[in-house]
């Protein structure tokens, strides 16, 4: 089992920014990359980032590419979502996920943390 806990979360003006933080404990060794997803009311859970544990390899969502950044601090087993120039549009709980699958389909992965929330007034 791996266990994830988000953090960061909170209410945000227009333009502002937020930094979240996804710590993964319990087997770790069973995750080979994370990803961010978002869901707001009334929709889909929704793509974000992801990034692989290894290399680092990244992948966005075309709506955050260029205002959203993931990193990863592997002595640390966390993962973050730098969020600049943020939207009412982003408005959504976030959520960080793991597993063996490197994508955007949620279907892909296997742990998921609770979710935070981040509004962004306007």
């Known amino acids: 089992q791996v266990q994830l806990v988000e953090s960061g979360g909170g209410l945000v003006q227009a333009g502002g920014s937020l930094r979240l933080s996804c710590a993964a404990s319990g087997r770790t060794s069973r995750s080979y990359a994370m990803g961010w997803f978002r869901q707001a009311p009334g929709k889909e859970r929704a793509f974000v980032a992801v990034?692989?544990?290894?290399?680092?390899?990244?992948y966005y969502a075309g709506s955050v590419k260029g205002r959203f950044t993931i990193s990863r601090d592997n002595a640390k087993n966390t993962v973050y979502l730098q969020m600049n120039s943020l939207k009412p549009e982003d408005t959504a709980v976030y959520y960080c996920a793991a597993g063996s699958y490197f994508g955007s389909n949620p279907d892909g992965y296997d742990y998921w943390g609770q979710g935070t929330q981040v509004t962004v007034s306007s």
């Open positions: 990034i692989k544990w290894s290399d680092g390899s990244l």
